[in-house]
DNA sequence: GGTTTTTTAGCACGGTCGTGCTAAATAAAT
DNA sequence: ATTTATTTAGCACGACCGTGCTAAAAAACC
């Protein structure tokens, strides 16, 4: 009757909405188990240990993001300009509305954890890889293969996912947008002009 | 005998030393006393209560680096090149040796932290504002007035820090020299463009 | 000397935590 | 209908937490 499948998702989303709500520290048992209007043992049927329910909720994290760059990738065409398909993947990962804002207040959490605890660490390195891995992809298409400009993408789209996420009311997302377009813009070797930066 | 400000500046250090290690959930009254080799009755007679323990804690941070930027900024000389006199004080804020890897470590806790608690968030928006003010002052000396580009380096600054700090093996600190430079190398030259959509 | 204040130490209480364990309720299978 | 497996629920234990409280030890003062 019940898909212990969807059962796992809708505990997983619970310990999302907590951690969004109060920080990954308020991820407990309990706390979860009421936010998914499941008794502490139900949870722990499905997640052996509480260790294991956080990595589960890093894991689908790291998937759900997978999921939105790919659907951005189908979504574009080959006469797209490279500018703006650039825009719109890296706005992915940023807090350009309150879904993501809160999906990247949970990565903030997570990724600080994850100094601490080696097994979400390994996570977050995929996390990283796979950030920086896009940007480098996004880079390349635009005619730029310094890896040392990936990184340099990769540290601002971290640092303006960190700073909105912290400071909203003194990062709007049209001051991230300007960032992001103006790091685009400024990049050597494309020498295009293109439109507003706004959508 | 003993100094009360220095006896509350060595818990403080012990502070520091437990969450660079451990992280910020493990700044405990008895962590941290056993750290500072003292009674955990002993430390709350310098700080009421753990809470008030942890702000003291990130002021000191605030405060320690506030320091190092005034100390670089007495160091340098009217004749130095702008763009190294950007890069060492930028330096500051980044995890370039061990004892700045371990300050960054704690900050990132601390801001992370400050997301879900106000007392703390206050002293980390201090925090964020002060970067952002000294990263406008520097680029105003480098002829670059956009209030654009001050949240651009702001972010890259953060999002450095972050990288480094999460993944120490895939950001070595000559890469984030490279990424920094390659930021200010980057910069518009003092020719301020305003929006040109046309050219 | 004696006295007072500061500093250090530690006990005990209520609360929350993860988890081992048992068992009732529900669904599936025979 | 009976049996079996799955799912849900909850109790109880030990561990750790912050904190109120008391009191011994040390220092400062008279």
């Known amino acids: ?7 796992r998702r809708d505990v997983v989303d619970a ?17 979860v188990a009421a936010e998914a209007g499941l008794a502490v043992g139900s949870v722990r049927h499905y997640f052996a240990s509480h260790r294991e329910l956080l990595m589960a909720a890093a894991r689908e994290m790291v998937r759900r993001v ?12 080959p006469g ?11 706005g992915q990962f940023l807090p350009l509305d309150a879904a ?11 990724v600080a954890a994850a100094r601490t605890d080696p097994a979400l660490g390994e996570i977050a390195a995929e996390l990283h890889d796979g950030l920086r891995d896009v940007a480098g992809r996004l880079l390349h298409r635009l005619g730029v ?4 400009a990936a990184e340099h993408l990769a540290a601002v789209l971290d640092g303006l996912a960190l700073g909105a996420t912290l400071h909203p009311d003194r990062l709007s997302p049209d001051t991230i947008r300007a960032v ?11 020498a295009d002009e293109s439109e507003h930066p706004d959508e």
Do not use: S, Y
């Open 1 to 7: 009757m019940v898909d212990p499948e969807q059962r």
């Open 80 to 90: 797209d300009d490279p500018h703006l398909v650039a825009q719109e993947v890296m």
């Open 145 to 148: 293969d310094d890896p040392v």
């Open 180 to 190: 992001l377009h103006r790091h685009l813009t400024q990049l050597p070797g494309a």
């Open 100 to 110: 993501r804002a809160d999906e990247t207040a949970v990565w903030l959490d997570f």
């Open 15 to 31: 310990v999302f909405r907590v951690v969004a709500r109060g920080g990954i520290q308020q991820a407990t048992l309990r706390n």
């Open 66 to 77: 997978d999921l939105r760059v790919a659907a951005q990738r189908e979504r574009r065409h």
